[in-house]
């Protein structure tokens, strides 16, 4: 079948409802016939059907069609790079097929324009610079990601057209480029629209976490069970949690961690856990303490995951030995116990102090304690004589 005719048989086709099946087919069809088509107004009127076909769009769009039209601009962008860099050589009796990459480029963007949301054009974009960038870093890398920057800032400016799954569409796609993103474009982004929308798509949504419903089949008896799995695993299981939920505390921690009740279960619970295994206990607080201990960290990421740290450190206290306790979590907390008028740290001087009421109260650090007392109560003290 010619090129034409394969042309007007998807297109047909595109314009019926179909299942999500049938939707992986027929984004694979597209994929191969868009580096075959030779004249640019074909490939600008496949893009357009693409994004607004009944049988890729219908009521139940997902993000499983979402990431499936990022792929097939990703593969289709690759597969062009992979010819224009290996063009057919005089011997090889092998005609030029389908167009130059920057001309192919250029039909697919002017599909995107007209009446489409501006999500839609980012899911183009998205599967475009990652299929360039795989093969060339360089190649309209920079027209790319000015158009990629400037669709995701308009498609966020409350655009009537955006609905939620446009809006988690969005996050998908930028996702999937934000390490190919220069400094530049990344600083181009409208970072106060984005954010909300990618805590929400992380943690409310139903294709993020779902505010951690699925938790609630979590159960005592869970733990129980949890506890039973083989003695290696457990511990290793745990810290791989409480490491994770480390590198989500700057955002779980403006959201609130207690009105988190599932993510608060899942923390405690790994605590709780680790806690059976004191020597992974404190191999843990060694690998995520604080990079420089006893100094406080200017930039306020650094000091969110000190937060974290001397937070967690606190349920430790206790089965640690005296040395530790001394060395590592006192140390820690040094740089937090005077507030010094600066309201930023608040939290951390509460969890600080946590942490070394902690140390005092275990019963095994009673040297400890005799030793760390004195300075202690000055610290505490010594603004009220001020």
């Keep these: 079948m010619s090129t034409e005719k394969s042309l007007a048989t998807l ?3 595109l314009q019926r409802a179909s299942s999500e099946q049938d939707i992986s087919s027929l984004l694979a069809s597209a994929t191969s016939l868009f580096t075959l088509l030779s004249n640019p107004c074909n490939v600008t009127l496949l893009t357009s059907q693409i994004l607004s076909a009944p049988a890729i769009w219908g009521a139940s769009t997902n993000l499983q069609t979402v990431v499936g039209v990022i792929d097939l601009f990703r593969s289709a962008s690759y597969q062009l790079c992979q010819r224009h860099d290996n063009p057919p050589t005089a011997n090889s009796n092998q005609a030029p097929r389908g167009l130059s990459l920057d001309t192919w480029t250029v ?3 002017k599909g995107t324009g007209g009446a ?5 054009r980012v899911l183009v974009l998205s599967g475009l610079l990652q299929g360039v960038h ?4 360089n190649r309209l890398s920079i027209t790319l990601q000015d158009e990629l920057v400037k669709s995701v800032n308009v498609s966020l400016q409350n655009d009537p057209r955006t609905t939620a799954v446009a809006e988690r569409a969005v996050v998908v796609a930028i996702g999937q480029v934000f390490d190919i993103l220069d400094i530049r474009a990344r600083r181009l982004l409208d970072h106060d629209m984005l954010l909300p929308i990618l805590i929400h798509a ?3 949504s139903e294709d993020g976490i779902h505010h951690g419903y699925f938790l609630g089949t979590l159960s005592a008896a869970s733990v129980k069970r949890l506890r039973l799995i083989k003695k290696d695993d457990a511990p290793l299981s745990a810290i791989q949690i409480l490491k994770i939920l480390r590198n989500l505390y700057f955002i779980s921690s403006r959201l609130g961690i207690e009105l988190l009740s599932q993510y608060s279960f899942v923390y405690l619970a790994a605590i709780d856990i680790l806690s059976q295994y004191p020597t992974c206990a ?6 995520i303490q604080p990079t420089n201990a006893g100094t406080m ?3 306020p990421l650094d000091r969110c995951q000190d937060v974290y740290y001397l937070n967690t450190a606190e349920h430790f206290a206790p089965i640690l030995d005296t040395r530790m306790a001394c060395n590592l979590l006192a140390t820690a907390a040094s740089p937090y116990l005077g507030t010094n008028g600066d309201q930023r740290s608040t939290e951390a001087f509460e969890a600080a102090h946590s942490v070394m009421l902690a140390i005092f109260a275990a019963a095994d650090n009673i040297d400890v304690t005799a030793s760390l007392m004195e300075e202690y109560i000055k610290t505490v003290f010594e603004p009220l004589e001020s």
């Design 116 to 120: 489409f949301p501006p999500s839609k």
């Design 202 to 204: 992380m943690f409310s």
């Design 107 to 109: 039909a697919v963007l």
């Design 11 to 13: 297109l047909r086709v």
């Design 297 to 299: 960290p200017q930039h």
């Design 134 to 137: 795989t093969r060339d870093p």
């Design 282 to 287: 404190e191999g843990l607080l060694n690998e």
